[in-house]
């Protein structure tokens, strides 16, 4: 494809299926180009480089978060369908996980987020820092439940890259960790119930602590506004 018929939106939405697939390891611009039918000197008429092209695919993503109607819900429904949209999201780009850590995101992707995050929490009666702080906690929170599974995605791709079967490095690894939980009486118990997988959480473990998290938020109103 000559440079003068790509678009940045085309090369944006390649190397997003690039990164699904393969992660930041595996985005270079010559594996995008080639995808592309471009040469790789092609993409850089449309973006500086390789950091450039990660911020601009992790806030592209950012537009699929679903934002709930506040006129059509309470605010603590709102917030729980926002976390779960933020949720989804991330766990289907796991590489914007890890990229959170080394770059700096911005765009209007992750500032349509953040601003309907703030009109959530001030439809609850939060209002200046407090609003911000309910929104990060609730954001933070979110985050942490998904870094488990973007890191084992990542270490997948690393151990595959390595030559070696990723799915018996992985069972041997938790094998070990196992044998190591069972000299310990409260995690040697619940290995002992039906289907227990060690370092595994109980199914609906991540509605039950953002709940929690938003029954914290609840208390700290201020007087007069409805949980």
């Known amino acids: ?85 933020l949720h989804a999201m991330l766990s289907r780009h796991p590489w914007l996980v890890q990229a959170l850590g080394t770059h700096l995101f911005y765009g209007p992707g992750k500032a349509r987020h953040d601003d309907h995050s703030l009109a959530v929490y001030e439809a609850a009666g939060f209002t200046g820092a407090d609003a911000d702080q309910a929104a990060a906690a609730v954001f933070t929170y979110v985050l942490g439940n998904v870094l488990g599974a973007s890191a084992t995605t ?39 119930t039906p289907a227990a997988d060690y370092n595994a959480a109980p199914e609906d473990t991540f509605d039950f602590g953002l709940q929690a998290l938003l029954d914290g938020l609840a208390d700290r109103l201020p007087e007069g506004h409805a949980l």
Do not use: C
């Open 1 to 85: 494809m000559p440079r003068d018929t790509l678009t940045r939106e085309q090369i944006i939405q390649t190397a997003i299926a690039l990164l699904d697939e393969e992660g930041l390891e595996g985005l270079n611009m010559r594996s995008l180009g080639k995808r592309l039918g471009a040469a790789a000197t092609a993409v850089y008429w449309h973006v500086k480089n390789k950091d450039d092209l990660v911020v601009l695919a992790g806030d592209h993503v950012w537009d699929e978060i679903e934002l709930p109607d506040l006129d059509a819900m309470d605010w603590r429904t709102a917030a729980t369908s926002m976390a779960a949209s």
């Open 154 to 192: 990542s270490l997948m791709r690393r151990l595959s890259r390595d030559g070696g079967d990723p799915h018996e490095a992985l069972r041997d690894t938790m094998a070990k960790a196992t044998e190591v939980a069972r000299q310990f009486p409260r995690l040697r118990t619940r290995l002992e």
